[in-house]
């Protein structure tokens, strides 16, 4: 996973909960970076994981719950380190339909060894999109997060409904994104 997720997860835990908190994850997990990452750096996804179930058992906010809010918190870092040329997209719709085939195309130019998840797209009804997600780390939650947080910035109400998971042995997730008036 590439370095850059870490820092962001670093900056999130740190701003939210301090520095000691942050400190006392990476003494409770054996880490083979050690905890030190920069943002070019690839490193192995099970790091990530092993930190968000140390802050699950510390503050006994469920997995996924936290794989989502950490979504929410690193949307915008991502929007405003995107390689792809996106700043003509104004509006949320457009904006999901793009990350497949823009924005992970052209992150897949800048960092050819990035694993990125799969996305494919149906319309559904009235006032709805239909993604599904597929990725061998499961991060469908992290999407949840990205989604909720990218409405926000697009200033667009939505809901997701999450009714199959890759978690509950689905080949892939489907989240249905309800766009309010």
Known sequence: MQGSIYTTFSEMIIEKMGMPVWNELLESVALESGGVYTSGVQYNDSEIMSLVSALS?????????????????????????????????????????AIDQVIHKEVKRVHPKAYLPNFEY????????????????????????????????FHQKITIQHP????????KCKLIISFED
């Not at 949307?75 to 457009?94: E, G, V, W």
């Open 164 to 171: 199959e998971c890759m978690h509950n042995g689905a080949d």
């Open 122 to 153: 149906d319309e559904g009804a009235d006032n709805e999109l239909i993604m599904f997600y597929q990725s061998k780390r499961k991060l469908c939650h992290l999407s949840e997060g990205l989604i909720i947080s990218a409405a926000k910035h």
């Open 57 to 97: 058992e510390k503050t006994k906010i469920d997995v996924p719950t936290l794989v989502k809010t950490f979504g929410e918190y690193l949307f915008i870092h991502l929007y405003k380190s995107s390689p792809a040329s996106i700043s003509h997209i104004d509006n949320l719709r457009d904006f999901l339909i």
